[in-house]
């Protein structure tokens, strides 16, 4: 348990300087609002609706695979741990998983997913239609 | 590590590494460039094909987790038969479909490497992830007709239904752990044996979670609900695939793991497979007969076939286990050809001079898709040669004498007569009887009844054409000179149980 | 056990607490955050039970991804509040469909968490090995099961390409 503790320390820490950073700025600063001010934006247009529109879909795509490269990484983690007692008998393991990612990592990039509408993926659909 | 430490999972590595050409290969393929990606696959499994057989009697294992024993390379084997005739008629389908040709070939590849897997593999562990990487990829190939509503619904049903029986599997095995202390099918077995696992209660659970996993995936009764719509709204060549490839691979992984794990524990699980095969082969025949649709035809077809396969694994005789080979090779080259011609009849749709004799067209343009038993009226007068090969698939389905279908039939119900199950074997009988009906209903409507339909066919492509025949022939050799096959299959199963 | 009391009710407090809160939000958007929440706590149970490697991963992964993507599909779907049309004054087995699927299912785990609970004294035929550190981990990760692990690359490369082709537009 005495490994957490700094963890434990590291926590609160990080959480007490992001709270205390926002209570002394509102005790200490000076209040003087006014409609410009409260405003969400000082300038640009006005924000009209919701801020919760519909989202692309592609948010969710690269939300997927933000999560499979995610579990990939996880996989490096014990592998680290571990690295001394597993030798290169390991590494080559680990080097053959990040491969065959590789190829996945290749097929997404060059199918456009991790393009947000530049001029490569609509040249793609123009062909395509 | 010893040289020839991985020889086991040769096979599934040329396939693998197919698959992932096929992916980078359509990952640089500029839009509108045609490539041979379909000819990537068939190189693959070549390869495959000729390591199993290179495998052969040498009863080989890898890791401890995967075994080429006779079995699973004779399941190889048949996966390799569909793989090639899935890449053959595959072609039509996927132009009239407009459907991403490299992903369609990649996906079906890591389907195929994850169900050779699911075959050879002999550890619970082992056999799941190849589960899953099976169902996933046959998920995505099922929705790959991302703009027809019916392929969504087939897709999302089949994917919710199928990760929540992929959680009971799981959740058995997490069982079988507890219970046994190991996921390897051997020391389960033996555990069992000997009895040392007191917790009778959790044993119980955990065969039958496992038992409602495989259960799903083989599409018995009742868990069958799925397969209908995810084969209606499967592009063909997918249903093809799906129906003969999940079933091959599910059903060798639930030989190995009930006839030899589970095995004494039969008295538990005989009974309620007893239940379930009746029950299927009653359920999708009789169901089957009144569909209009000729691919949902075919999927309660493919539930009453699972329903044989059931009878056979249950007699669990040496006459049984080969059974569940031959039957398995059979019906991968039978209802993949009836599902080709599927395919390219579906394709003669979409000829601009075609014009649909249906009331209505959906408001998305598109034709609709022929695949009502009503279309094949006549074709006899337009096709005669495609109408001549859907007859033989279509008998040997049903299991007409000089097909292979009728071997394959007789050599599962002399299994059950064997092993004492009359009771089964004469529902099996009676239920085939039945389902001649539907099948020659197909047959009927293409000889005897006039089409309205102009004869606007596409020449039919050359290796789908071949396919079919190559096919065809092969369903008349199994089904007059079975000897052969049938000691093969006799002798693979001699290496494991 | 070696943690305290203490924590154990704490987290045990939070994730109890962060869970009620989840299903109790009209705004799912609020119900993804608490869930989140809920996940810190149990990772924090893990810690206690000497399960470290598990801890991480519910953070990294279910925390962290796993919620990001339920918060896109959230968006994606733009349900800003649930619909309520029926009448909240009847028993959860008695409402429409999935609600009654939802409750069976939860009744049938509760069950199945007394039974088991009940039954915490009794040990099995098995008593698990105490793997409990990351390397210890990594090193059965890479030495027996070094094989499932690659297969597991082909999972997710399977998984990489359904999602491009499933979410891509054109």
Same mark, same amino acid.
């Given at each position: ?129 | ?150 392929? =969504?619904?087939? !897709?999302?049903?089949?994917? %919710? @239904?199928? $990760?929540?029986? *992929?959680?009971?599997? +799981?959740?058995?095995? &997490? ?125 309660? =077809?493919?539930? !009453?076939?699972?329903?044989? %396969? @059931?009878? $056979?694994?249950? *007699?669990?005789?040496? +006459?049984?286990?080969? &059974? ?143 396919? +079919?025949?190559?096919? &065809? ?25 | ?170």
């Amino acid at each position: 348990m005495q490994g957490w503790l700094s963890i434990l320390i590291m926590i609160a820490l990080g959480a007490g300087f992001a709270l205390i950073s926002v209570l002394l700025s509102g005790v200490l600063g000076p209040s003087k609002p006014s409609a410009e001010k409260s405003a969400p934006y000082e300038c640009g247009m006005p924000p009209v609706g919701d801020a919760r529109e519909r989202q692309s879909v592609k948010f969710y795509l690269v939300a997927m695979i933000f999560l499979l490269f995610d579990i990939e990484v996880a996989f490096l983690y014990p592998w680290a741990m571990a690295l001394r007692g597993l030798g290169w008998n390991g590494f080559a393991q680990v080097v053959l998983f990040m491969a065959l990612l590789l190829a996945g990592y290749v097929y997404v990039w060059r199918k456009g997913a991790l393009d947000w509408g530049n001029e490569k993926t609509e040249r793609a659909r123009k062909l395509r239609t | 590590m010893t040289p020839g430490a991985l020889n086991a999972i040769v096979p599934m590595a040329c396939v693998t590494a197919a698959g992932i050409a096929a992916m980078v290969a359509e990952s640089f393929r500029e839009p509108g460039e045609h490539m041979p990606i379909a000819g990537l696959g068939l190189v693959g499994l070549i390869g495959a094909a000729i390591s199993a057989v290179l495998l052969w009697n040498h009863n080989t294992s890898s890791f401890g987790l995967v075994s080429a024993d006779n079995f699973g390379l004779f399941v190889t084997l048949i996966l390799v038969c569909v793989g090639v005739l899935t890449l053959a008629i595959s072609g039509p389908t996927i132009e009239r479909e407009r459907l991403p040709a490299g992903e369609h070939y990649a996906l079906t590849l890591f389907a195929l490497a994850g169900m050779m897997l699911m075959a050879t593999a002999t550890d619970l562990l082992v056999i799941f992830l190849a589960l899953e990487v099976l169902s996933l990829a046959v998920y995505v190939l099922t929705g790959l007709r991302r703009d027809s509503p019916v392929a =969504s619904e087939a !897709a999302f049903k089949y994917f %919710l @239904l199928g $990760a929540f029986s *992929s959680a009971f599997f +799981l959740y058995g095995i &997490a069982f079988t752990y507890g219970v046994t202390g190991s996921t390897h099918l051997d020391r389960i077995g033996s555990v069992i044996a000997a009895g040392a696992a007191q917790e009778t209660l959790m044993q119980r659970l955990a065969l039958g979670l496992l038992l409602v996993g495989f259960a799903f995936k083989v599409s018995a009764v009742p868990f069958h609900m799925w397969t209908p719509d995810a084969y209606e709204g499967a592009p063909s060549s997918v249903t093809g695939f799906m129906s003969t490839g999940v079933k091959a691979a599910a059903f060798a992984a639930f030989v190995r793991v009930f006839l030899s794990a589970f095995e004494p524990m039969r008295a538990d699980w005989g009974a309620v497979l007893w239940v379930v095969a009746a029950a299927t082969m009653i359920l999708g025949t009789v169901v089957g007969v009144v569909q209009p649709n000729i691919k949902r035809m075919l999927a309660y =077809s493919s539930i !009453a076939h699972g329903g044989y %396969l @059931l009878v $056979a694994l249950l *007699s669990g005789n040496d +006459l049984g286990k080969g &059974a569940v080979l031959f039957y398995l090779l059979t019906y991968a080259v039978t209802n993949l050809g009836a599902f080709g011609v599927i395919g390219l009849l579906e394709s003669a749709g979409t000829q601009p001079s075609a014009i649909s004799h249906q009331p209505f067209i959906p408001a998305t343009g598109h034709q609709p898709p022929n695949d009502q038993v009503r279309d094949y009226a006549g074709l006899w007068h337009t096709h005669p040669m495609l109408a001549g090969l859907m007859t033989v698939f279509l008998l040997s389905l049903s299991g007409f004498p000089p097909m292979a279908g009728f071997i394959a039939k007789w050599y599962v119900f002399t299994a059950a007569m064997k092993a004492g199950y009359s009771g089964l074997a004469i529902i099996g009988v009676l239920t085939s009887v039945v389902s001649v009906f539907f099948y020659l209903r197909v047959v009927v409507m293409m000889y005897m009844t006039e089409g309205e339909r102009p004869a606007a066919f596409p020449a039919v492509p050359r290796m789908a054409g071949l396919a +079919l025949v190559v096919s &065809a022939i092969v369903i008349f050799y199994l089904g007059i000179l079975p000897a052969r096959v049938l000691d093969w299959a006799a002798q693979s199963i001699g290496t494991i149980f | 056990m070696t943690g305290s009391p203490m924590l154990f009710y704490l987290f045990a407090a939070v994730a109890v607490g962060a869970s009620l809160l989840v299903i109790a939000q009209r705004n799912p958007v609020y119900s993804v955050l608490l869930l989140i929440g809920s996940f810190g706590a149990l990772s924090g149970l893990y810690v206690l039970l000497d399960a470290p490697f598990v801890a991480v991963i519910q953070i990294i992964v279910y925390a962290g991804a796993i919620m990001v993507l339920f918060l896109f599909v959230v968006m994606l779907l733009n349900a800003p509040h649930e619909d309520t049309d029926y009448d909240s004054h009847v028993h959860p087995l008695l409402r429409p469909g999935p609600m009654r699927f939802g409750a069976a299912l939860a009744l049938a785990f509760g069950v199945e968490l007394v039974w088991a609970l009940t039954r915490a004294g009794q040990s099995g035929a098995f008593a698990g090995g105490a793997v409990s550190s990351v390397a210890q981990i990594g090193h059965a990760l890479f030495t027996d099961y070094a094989f499932p692990f690659e297969v597991t690359s082909i999972l997710i490369l399977v998984a990489m390409m359904g999602a491009v082709v499933l979410a891509r537009r054109d």
